[in-house]
């Protein structure tokens, strides 16, 4: 009954008119089958939008009416269109599609809205129909770091590391289950109440977390950790005061003099984003593997090789662990192995990889002091279920583990590189450590923002001098240490 735009390109109908009201419209994968239907071409009544939907901020919350209309028209939208078809279609066609049909529904249906509601109201649906829905908006932007929804009405974000409420909600949490489920369909997994975890990734490569009812309580709860296609790198840190000049130089030898390192952090404190810029100092003629839960890391090097754990399938099976990925790197004759976050067993062979010739081997690990960091690694091992004493364990990390990065977003939102702290060695059965750089909170300014500075401990011969030597890279330790100082 509906007219169509894009000839050759038209998305067959479904024969019967809209009904007013649906409960839930299903993903376009579930859709019936295509009936075209006699068409005529459709009243151009909203003009094209200027820019692709995405582009839009959902900063304003819209009335109650707004979302009532858009459920009804939305609805009727859903039993008109053949979604599976319209899925065939490149985005701009679907959209313009849309845009007819839309148009057709509000005169039928008499719908008085102005003109900038009713290009909200065509963005929202083409969202909800060939996107992620209101998530869409968000997706697009690229200040954001998370995003955080909770249950259908309450999506937080962060932006320049503060936590904020936007404006964006869904219709209901059956909505924002479909869009969950859209989610983890596309990494082959499936969340319901029978299988109510799920870690997936966007194709941007966006790391998502959702969790739904009963273990949710107040609706699917779904977390996104916004892929930053540029990464930053040390100057960015430098420039955002996360480090002293003098700081990142020395971080940049202890990269590139092959330093076993442990970055440890809360999270969402800047860990992996420092591994990252950490590898950007190793040379490229090594051999790096990297082992990642979900790949995150972006190595510039040529001789990379990039593995990732799986999760165990539907039925329970077909995982790979991060142990199995280390144990197997061990075999692939790697010069550097780097471990996206250390958070079990795996531990113990990372550690014996440093042991055992890998010298410049990387990790992260959630602890908030470098102290903690090396206690955590102990009892991962321990819980890993290796029978050993303690102090056979503590020596054994300080063989392995020669400097700790402390990472830390501070109350103010920003991130700081709180510690650069050499492991020097045990005495009894205590690990001894030295701070080579700390970061001094004066106080706050008038605006609540943290002031600090990145001060040097005042060691101007760290353990690690040798190294340094061997590589050619004493002078600039020496100048680097010699000037935080001054
Ligand atoms: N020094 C920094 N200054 C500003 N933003 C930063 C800084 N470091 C990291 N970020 C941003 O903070 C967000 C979280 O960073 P990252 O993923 O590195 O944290 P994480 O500690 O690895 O988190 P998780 O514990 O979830 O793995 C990212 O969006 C990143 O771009
Ligand atoms: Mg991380």
Known sequence: MFGR????????????????SRPEAPPPAASAAPKAGPQKPAPAKIAPAAKPAAAARPSDHHSE??????????????????????????AESAREEIRDIVNEILSIKNVVMSISEQEALLQDICNDVLGYGPLEPLLARDDIADIMVNGYERTFIEVNGKVELTGVRFRDNSQLMNICQRIVSQ??????????ICDARLPDGSRVNVIVPPLAID???????????????????????SISQEGAEVLGIIGKVRCNVLISGGTGSGKTTLLNCLTGFIDTD???????????????????????????????????????????????????????????????????????????????????????????????????????PSKTIREMICGSIDVVIQAARLRDG?????????????????????????????????????????????????????????????????????????
Not at 5 to 20: D, F, L, M, Y
Not at 69 to 83: C, M, Q, R, V, Y
Not at 187 to 196: A, I, Q, T
Not at 363 to 372: D, M, Y
């Open 5 to 20: 735009r894009t000839e050759g390109q038209a998305v067959p109908r479904k024969p019967a008119p809209a009904p007013a």
């Open 65 to 90: 009416s707004y979302y009532q209309i858009k459920t009804t028209i939305f609805n009727a939208l859903i039993d008109t269109i053949d979604l599976t078809q319209l899925a065939q279609l490149d």
């Open 187 to 196: 990494v082959g997994r499936r969340v319901d109440e029978s299988s109510p």
């Open 219 to 241: 609706g699917p709860a779904l977390t996104i950790r916004k892929f930053r296609r540029d990464k930053l790198t040390m100057n960015d840190l430098v420039q955002y005061n």
């Open 286 to 388: 090594e051999r790096v593997i990297t082992c990642e839960d979900a790949a995150e890391l972006q190595l510039q090097q040529p001789h990379v090789v990039r593995l990732e754990t799986r999760p165990p399938n539907l039925e329970g099976q077909g995982q790979v662990t991060m142990t199995e990925l280390v144990r197997n790197c061990l075999r692939m004759r790697p010069e550097r192995i780097i471990v996206g976050e250390v958070r079990g067993p795996e531990a113990f062979d990372l550690l014996q990889a440093m042991n055992t010739g890998h010298d410049g081997s990387m990790g992260t690990l959630h602890a908030n002091s470098p102290r903690e960091a090396l206690s955590r690694l102990e009892s991962m091992i321990t819980m890993g279920g290796y029978q050993l």
């Open 414 to 486: 920003s991130r700081r590189i709180t510690h650069i702290t050499e492991v020097l060695g045990t005495e009894g059965d205590v690990i001894i450590t030295q701070d080579l750089f700390v970061y001094d909170i004066e106080g706050e300014d008038e605006t609540g923002h943290i002031i600090g500075k990145h001060k040097s401990t005042g060691i101007a011969r760290p353990s690690f001098w040798d190294r340094a030597r061997y590589y050619n890279q004493h002078h600039a330790l020496a100048a680097a240490l010699d000037r935080a100082q001054g």
